[in-house]
C-alpha cells in the first residue's frame, strides 16, 4: 500500500519528523539505518503506532512512496569530518527503488555541496533517473530540539532549498503539510550553510561563555549573576551558559578542506569546549584539596550523565571525559540519573547510587552536569558534603558554582 513518506534513519533527526508526520495526517513509513537511538519516550512512540506508523527494515517498502526523507545520522569520523557512510547506504538502498516523480529530500546535517556533488550521483547512478527531471531533490536542515515543548517541528520555521525551483516547490508542499511556515532558500548550497551556521552558532556562543566563566572564577566574579543581568538588553544579546562541556549531535564544522580558508572562530571555539571537561577536573580537584581531601580516594557522584536535561540521550556528553579524568586521577566514581539505567565509562560499568540523597552525603565530592527537572537541588545541597554545580542550577550560596 503506497505511503506518503519514508522517512529513512530513525535517529535523533528522523523519529521527530516522523511523529511531526504522523501527527499531521501524513502516512509514513520509517527505514531504520542501523542501531539507532533517538529522543522520543516509548509513549511517544507507543501513540506513532496507533497513528499508523510503520517502522521497518524492508527497503521494499521504500518504492512505494510519494516523498523520501534520508535522516540518517553523520558522526565525526576519524579525520574530524563528517562521516557519511550513513547517508550514502541510504542513498544506495533509496536509488534501486526509486519511482519517477518521487521527492528526495536530504536532513542530515552536512557541508555545503554534499546534497547534489554526493547524494545526487548515487541517486542518478542507482536509479537510472535524473534529479530535477525525473524526480525532485532538495535539502533542509533539520530543526529538532530535543525535549523542547515549545518549539515543534509544527511552529518551527522550515527552511527548504532546491536542485531546481520545481525541486523546492515539491520539497515546501510537503513540509508545508507539517508546519506553519515554509522558508524558501535560493538553492542546495544556500539551505546547506544555513545549517552550518546554526550549529557553527551555538558552539561559538557556548565557547564565548565558556571561557567568561573559567576568567570570572579567576576573578572572583559571579558569572551567573551577570548573565542573568546582560539577558535584560531587549537587543543586540542572546543568552548563553555554560557548561561542562558541549554534547548533542550537531557537529560544528570548520570546513577545513572544503574550502579555501577555514572558519577560524569556529576551531578556536571547538578548542575552548573542549577544555571544560578537563577544567571540570580541575575545579573538582581544587576544591577537594580546599576541604582537606585529595581526588586519590576521593568518592564523587556525578548527577546528571546525558548531554541535555530530561533525555537519555547520551551523544556526545562531555560526562564521559569528565569521569575518566577522574578515575585516572585515582577518584572512585559514581552517578545518578533518573534516564540512564546504567553507564560505561573506559570499558567499564561506573556504579550507579539508587538512593540519590545517601549517595550524595556519602560522597566527597558531588558534581552536578546535568539539571533534570526531578533533581531536588536545595536538598541536595543541604545533604551534600561538597557540590560543585556546573550548571549554575542551584540557589546562590547553595554550592560552588563552574
Keep these: 500500500m503506497p505511503s506518503d513518506l ?20 501524513v502516512a509514513t513509513i520509517g527505514y531504520a539505518t542501523g542501531p539507532e537511538a533517538g529522543s522520543l519516550s516509548a509513549a511517544e512512540l507507543r501513540r506513532m503506532h496507533a497513528a499508523g506508523f510503520r517502522p521497518g527494515t524492508d527497503p521494499a517498502q521504500l518504492g512505494r512512496v510519494r516523498t523520501a526523507v534520508i535522516c540518517a545520522s553523520t558522526p565525526r569520523g576519524a579525520d574530524g569530518g563528517l562521516d557519511l557512510g550513513q547517508v550514502e547506504a ?87 503539510r507539517l508546519t506553519d511556515k515554509v522558508v524558501r532558500a535560493r538553492g542546495l548550497r544556500e539551505a546547506e550553510t544555513v545549517q552550518l551556521l546554526e550549529t557553527n552558532f551555538r558552539h ?14 579567576e576573578l572572583g566574579v559571579d558569572l551567573w549573576d551577570v548573565i542573568r543581568c546582560a539577558e535584560t538588553k531587549p537587543f543586540g544579546f542572546h543568552a548563553f551558559r555554560p557548561g561542562p562541556g558541549v554534547g548533542g549531535h550537531g557537529v560544528p564544522q570548520d570546513l577545513t578542506g572544503h574550502a579555501t580558508r577555514t572558519l577560524r572562530m569556529v576551531e578556536l571555539a571547538q578548542q575552548v569546549n573542549s577544555r571544560m571537561p578537563r577544567y571540570v577536573v580541575q575545579r573538582a580537584a581544587a576544591l577537594l584539596n580546599e576541604h582537606g581531601k585529595s581526588a586519590r580516594g576521593a568518592r564523587v557522584l556525578l548527577l546528571g550523565v546525558t548531554y541535555k536535561p530530561d533525555l537519555a540521550d547520551l551523544q556526545g556528553t562531555p560526562t564521559q571525559e569528565i569521569a575518566a579524568r577522574l578515575m585516572e586521577l585515582g577518584a572512585s566514581v559514581s552517578f545518578h540519573d533518573p534516564h540512564v539505567a546504567s553507564w560505561n565509562v573506559l570499558d567499564r560499568p561506573v556504579p ?19 539539571h533534570h ?30
Design 90 to 176: 541510504s542513498a544506495r538502498t533509496l536509488a534501486e527503488r526509486l519511482r519517477p516523480h518521487t521527492t528526495v529530500i536530504l536532513e542530515s546535517p552536512v557541508l555545503p555541496g554534499t546534497t547534489e556533488e554526493f547524494l545526487r550521483p548515487l541517486l542518478e547512478k542507482g536509479s537510472g533517473l535524473r534529479a530535477g527531471r525525473d524526480f525532485h531533490l532538495a535539502y533542509s536542515p533539520s530543526r529538532i530540539d530535543p525535549g523542547n515543548r515549545d518549539h515543534t517541528p509544527a511552529n518551527i520555521p522550515k527552511v527548504i532549498g532546491g536542485l531546481t525551483p520545481a525541486c523546492t516547490e515539491s520539497a515546501a508542499a510537503f513540509y508545508g
Design 204 to 217: 561559538v556562543n557556548i565557547a564565548l561563555v565558556n571561557e567568561m566563566a573559567v576568567l570570572c572564577h
Design 6 to 25: 519514508a522517512v529513512i534513519g530513525l535517529g535523533p533527526y528522523g523519529l521527530p519528523l516522523a511523529q511531526a508526520a504522523v501527527a499531521a495526517g
Design 352 to 370: 550507579r547510587a539508587d538512593a540519590l540523597y545517601e549517595a550524595a552525603a556519602d560522597a566527597d565530592l558531588t558534581i552536578l552536569l546535568q
Design 373 to 402: 527537572r526531578t533533581y531536588d537541588l536545595q536538598g541536595l545541597s543541604v545533604k551534600a558534603q561538597l557540590l560543585l554545580d556546573t550548571r549554575g542550577a542551584t540557589p546562590t550560596g547553595a554550592a560552588h558554582r563552574l
